[in-house]
């Protein structure tokens, strides 16, 4: 546990988010720290990844609105 009494993200999140960043070559590595502020997908919490999942299928990640 990170301590801050989130649920940890869950190993099928994780593979979908480096599935479709990987297929839309985003490097997710910094997607995550510069908007979720975390070192690598790992330390999302559930909620985080889903809106990441969620944004990176719409594929409105990376693109300056």
Do not use: C, M
């Not at 190993?11 to 839309?24: F, L, M, V």
Request: positive net charge; aromatic residues 2%; hydrophobic residues 30%.
């Amino acid at each position: 546990s990170n301590g801050h009494g989130r649920r940890q993200v869950a190993s099928s999140q994780i593979k979908a988010i480096h599935s479709i960043s990987g297929r839309n070559r985003i490097d997710v590595g910094r997607l995550v720290q510069d908007r979720f502020n975390v070192q690598r997908p790992d330390d999302l919490s559930i909620s985080d990844a889903s809106t990441l999942i969620d944004e990176l299928k719409s594929a409105q990640v990376g693109v300056s609105r």
